[in-house]
């Protein structure tokens, strides 16, 4: 007997568990893909460890690089698979509840306000130790940090406009500028990384020996690299959204990922423009 017929035979409704048709199956309730996200978040934390070690020549940079690489991997595609089979495939065989649209909007302001706090006890840490004094710090403030800051919050305008577009039920404007979000978003990530190569590999900006400097640039890595990874969270979010719209969900009256996404989006905008403030700008004002 299957995990279906049991389910029929309990409670008499011929209605299977939600997990049943998820992969792998014979697992009931239970999913893998929660669990494979899980993995490849504290995988990300370790490939961190990794670096210190590998700057230190503890360990080699293979395996930084492997531990990093599969890490991401391994959330992304758990992620995907997460969101695909709670609201993806299933999408238009749901009927419509406003007080289920409401729990996942609310649902979305707690996970921001939780996002608040930790971006929040960086910063308290930043704010802490600059009181010491940092000594001679680099100067961070550039062309590619301000026109990184300028497609961020251009890209913060698109996705605004575009869930405006499909309230109004214009969809093809809404694919455009939702499509125009996705990739200002991944020019951003982009511009990041190459950021992180100037500054480690040209500029020398590491955690050097000098405890000052160490101090400013584990806070600054540490402050940055989270909010690289909510953006690329976001990135993950937007393409999937995307997606959905070319496969022709969403209408005027069915949003609520669109707009969760958009509020997520606007967050990791607010949060890059207080960074440069506080860490690109504050470095040039020790």
Same mark, same amino acid.
């Given at each position: ?32 893909w929660p669990f ?49 089979? !709670? &609201?993806? +495939?299933? @999408? ?5 509840? *406003?007080?289920?649209?409401?729990? #996942? ?18 910063f308290i840490y ?88 160490? !101090? &400013?640039? +584990?806070? @600054? ?5 989270? *909010?690289?990874?909510?953006?690329? #969270? ?14 022709g969900q969403y ?36």
């Amino acid at each position: 007997m299957t995990v279906a017929e049991e389910s029929s035979d309990d409670h008499g409704h011929g209605h299977h568990l939600p997990a049943v048709e998820d992969w792998p199956k014979g697992f009931g309730e239970a999913s893998w893909w929660p669990f494979i996200t899980a993995i490849g978040g504290g995988g990300i934390y370790l490939a961190a460890a990794l670096a210190l070690l590998a700057q230190r020549g503890t360990v080699g940079y293979t395996a930084f690089a492997a531990v990093a690489i599969g890490s991401v991997g391994a959330f992304v595609f758990g992620l995907f698979g997460w969101l695909y089979h !709670t &609201f993806v +495939s299933t @999408f238009w065989e749901r009927s419509k509840n *406003h007080k289920d649209e409401q729990k #996942l909007t609310w649902g979305m302001v707690a996970f921001l306000g939780s996002e608040v706090a930790t971006f929040s006890a960086g910063f308290i840490y930043y704010f802490f130790v600059r009181t010491e004094g940092f000594g001679e710090l680099p100067h961070l403030v550039g062309s590619l940090v301000l026109v990184n800051t300028l497609l961020l919050v251009l890209s913060s305008v698109t996705i605004h406009f575009a869930h405006i577009a499909l309230l109004k039920g214009n969809r093809s404007r809404f694919l455009g500028l939702l499509g125009a979000t996705l990739a200002l978003g991944t020019i951003f990530i982009g511009g990041q990384i190459y950021e992180y190569y100037k500054f480690i590999v040209k500029d020398g900006f590491t955690l050097g020996a000098d405890a000052f400097s160490q !101090t &400013f640039a +584990s806070g @600054f890595y540490a402050l940055t690299g989270l *909010h690289g990874l909510h953006v690329t #969270l976001g990135a993950v979010l937007i393409g999937i959204v995307f997606v959905r719209g070319l496969r022709g969900q969403y209408s005027a009256e069915r949003h609520v990922s669109v707009s969760t996404v958009s509020m997520y989006w606007h967050f990791v905008d607010a949060v890059w423009i207080f960074l440069v403030v506080v860490l690109y700008v504050g470095a040039g004002a020790h």
